[in-house]
Structures are given as C-alpha cells and as structure tokens.
C-alpha cells in the first residue's frame, strides 16, 4: 500500500523543545560548550551548568550551501563487537552471513564506495562473497563499533548524533509477565480494554498466535523483544488506527518513569492463519536525554530533513521537516524529492526495510534482495550529487538474518564517506558510533559541538 509522507515542521514541536532550543542558543551566545549533559536526572530536559572551555561558538559556515545527507541502511552490520558475547551474539555477521546464504552479493555501488576493504580492518571479518575490496574506492572507508549499552534502533541512531548511553534503556524479562503488572494495569483503566500476551516474543509469531483472541474480543497485544521496547498490536478493522496511535501515547507516559526507549503501535490486518502487519507501524520514543548535533544544528540555523522512521526515534526535537514514510521505496522516492528541493543541511534519512521485513523474520534471501535494490539506487543517487555534497552511509546495528532468534545483533557497522571531487582513503576502525556526529559537525563548522555528549 502506497502511503503519502507524514510532513511535520518545526513550528509544530512542543514548547519543551522550543525551550530547550532556547537554552541552546543562549549557551552558543556566551560560548558555553555542551560536550556533556544531565548530570542530574538522565531523562529530564534540564541543562547542566556551563563547563568553561574555550571555543568560537560560531559556524563558520553559515549562509554557505553545503549538503550532508546521513543514510541510514537499518540493521546492516558487519561483524560481532567487541562486547557482542555480553548480548549473546558472538559470531553475527550480517553482511558475510547474508552474502553467504544466497551464494554472493552483487552490489556494485557500495563495492567502489569501498565496502568489500572494510572486514580486512575487523578483528573477526569476514569477506563479503561478491563484493571484493578494490584498489581506489570513490568513498572514505572505514567501521565503526557501538559504545552505547544497547544495541537497539533508538540508542544507535542516538550514538550517531553524538549521545552515548553509558547505562542503557530499560529491557524486560521474557515472561509472562514481562511489564510490572500496574502499568498494564493502569493502560487497561485508561484505554478501556484489556491486554493480552505481556511477554517477549516476535512480533509476527505473537499475532499469529493471539491475533484471532484480539480480533474477537478487542484486546490489545502487549509484547516486547530483548530490545527497549513496549509494543501494541491491534486488528485495524477492530480497533481503528487512531485509538491504536492514542493508546500508544498513554502508554508513552506511563512507561517514561520506566526509561523504556519507544512504545511501537503494530496494527495488522488479514485472518487467522493469514494475518499480515500493515505499514502503518508508528513509534513514540523516549526524547533525546541529552543535546544532539540535530539541536546543535538548528540552533545555527541549520535545516534538519528528516526521511523515514528518524522523526519518531527523536520524538521530532531538533528537526526542521520530517518526511515520515514506512518502506525503503518511499523513503528513496522522498530522498530524491528533498535532494532535488534541498540547498543546504542535513538530510538524515532511515532505509527499514532491512530490519523490519527480513533481519527479524530471519530471511536472507529478502535481505539480500533489499541490499541488490538499494544499491541500484545509491548508484543513481550519486549521480545527482552535486560540488560540495557530502554522502554518508552507515548502519545503527546488526540483525543478522542466519542468527539464532529473531532480535537485533551486536555488530560493528559500515562507514562510507564520500565527498563530490575528493578522492577516497581508509578511515580505519572507529569506536563509538559518534563519530559521525563528529565528521558532520566539522562539515559545518559547528565548533562549539564536541561528541560524544555523555549520558550517565
């Protein structure tokens, strides 16, 4: 189903982050630096005091038309962390796995970007079948490894704007039952309907499961995954989308005292033995507990685009325009539009479908179509680039579609930079995902931002 682009502004943000935008501006002004935040309550959106060191304060660059565009291909790991056997995921390579699972990867675009260089820098790399490294890549090669405890979508898109979660969100127990029984209680009371599962499980196995119950008594399907998350399924011909979507922000604030990273609304449709998720997925996360380069850049003056899932994942703090769309296609479709409108900024972009359609229902064969068609599209896309442009392509973790389970893997992740009449070099190892936000903040001369922004 084709879906027109959910389009917010920043004028309809709510007046906490217009405040927060506030106290940036005025620390940018007296040239305060905020290389690290909350050293009080990890969650609020209080500032902490000042620390003295010296710096500019002032873009260099303003007025000037420099594009960077982020590209974020969810889930495309590479290779076990270093810490992977703390998450269980010792031996996860999603990229070698995948390419292994269907006798080779063609991806000419990332190939002369420099992506078949990159396992040769990993501690455990393993060659991606069909994708051979090459003697003069187009980009800046490299990899980067998490630093975050956690290793879901909100702290690695996080990490990449420059926040590093040094205690992670919150996780459940398997169960049943997996929430604390008065916040299922209290979502009941305040939904008018009661709940069903409360225990960890796929998300397409549970439905499959409980769908039929759901269908028939109007329930809800509360389940969560080894990630931080509290997730809602419904029938979309029994409880209509926008109740679905309010009892996700009734859930939102009861799980805030919980730390939990995003409440996400799964509605499905279909019948037994048939039952199907639509694209009508929506995610209410837990606002940045800490300032991001996405802040720092609109405080300067910046525009911050915003395509796929990433407004969601920020709670819309620190983003101009937000084109919310729910599959690859679309967010390819929305990026070529921004591209051919867009003069300067970022442009922050999330491809899903990696992630949602194939690394968690454990599907190689997707996997790799989806990586096929989104490198036929990178190579058009950087035919449209122009003098000045900055490319960057990256993943927030693994999900390995071979591994054992049906959840996120600990990966280290790909990084591809590649910049109109600059020729390519190795990048080497990285650790901490925030070295992204580091490489964008340089681009703009942002020299009052210095990643990584603790978050105790």
């Known amino acids: 189903m084709e879906h027109t682009p959910r389009v917010s502004n920043a004028h309809n943000c709510p007046g906490a982050y217009r405040a927060l935008r506030l106290a940036l ?15 009080t309550s990890p969650f609020s959106n209080r500032l902490d005091p000042p620390v003295a ?43 070698a796995h995948t390419a292994e699972a269907v006798g080779g990867l063609t991806l000419p675009t990332l190939q002369a970007m420099g992506l078949g260089t990159i396992p040769s820098f990993l501690p455990h790399g393993l060659p991606i079948r069909g994708v051979a490294p090459v003697s003069e890549p187009t980009a800046s090669f490299g990899a980067m490894c998490p630093l975050s405890k956690g290793k879901d979508t909100t702290t690695g898109h996080w990490e990449l704007v420059g926040l590093q979660l040094v205690r992670g969100l919150s996780t459940f127990p398997p169960g049943p039952p997996s929430f604390p029984e008065e916040v299922i209680r209290a979502f009941e009371r305040r939904t008018g309907r009661p709940v069903i599962g409360n ?32 997730q809602i399924a419904a029938h979309e011909e029994v409880i209509p989308l926008e109740e679905l979507y309010r009892a996700c922000h009734i859930a939102r604030e009861l799980c805030d005292p919980l730390r939990v990273g995003r409440i996400i609304a799964r509605p499905y449709v279909g019948k037994p033995g048939a039952f199907h998720r639509t694209d009508n997925r929506r995610d209410f996360s837990l606002p940045p507990p800490g300032l991001t380069l996405l802040d720092a850049l609109g405080a ?57 359609r ?6 190689p064969v997707g996997y790799a179509r989806a990586l096929e068609q989104m490198d036929a599209f990178l190579g058009e896309f950087r035919s449209r680039l122009r003098p000045g442009d900055c490319l960057i392509v990256t993943a927030d973790h693994g999900n390995d579609p071979t591994f ?11 990084l591809l930079i590649e910049e109109e009449g600059k020729s390519g070099a190795s990048l080497g190892v990285a650790h901490g995902f925030f070295t992204v936000a580091g490489r ?3 681009r703009f001369e942002l020299t009052d931002f210095s990643p990584p922004v603790l978050i105790e």
């Open 358 to 363: 194939y690394g968690h229902r454990r599907d």
């Open 53 to 95: 060191t010296p710096n500019s304060g002032t873009p260099q660059t303003e007025g000037v038309l420099i594009r960077v565009f982020l590209l974020v291909l969810d889930s495309v790991g590479m290779g076990e962390a270093p810490d992977a056997a703390d998450y269980g995921d010792s031996g996860a390579n999603t990229l």
């Open 25 to 39: 501006l005025i620390r940018i002004m007296i040239g305060a630096p905020y290389h690290r935040a909350m050293e």
């Open 404 to 414: 054992r389970g049906t959840d996120h893997t600990r990966e280290w992740v790909p």
């Open 300 to 356: 300067h003056g910046i525009p911050v685009t915003a395509i796929g899932k990433i407004d969601d994942l920020f709670a819309n703090r620190g983003i101009s325009r937000s084109l919310h769309v729910e599959n690859n296609a679309e967010a390819q479709a929305a990026l070529l539009d921004v591209m051919a409108g867009s003069d300067r900024g970022l442009i922050f972009a999330n491809f899903i479908d990696f992630d949602m």
């Open 440 to 442: 964008v903040a340089a």
């Open 199 to 230: 225990r960890a499980a796929s998300g397409t196995q549970i439905i499959a499961e409980l769908g039929e119950q759901q269908r028939r008594n109007g329930c809800w399907i509360v389940y969560t995954s080894a990630d931080s998350v509290f």
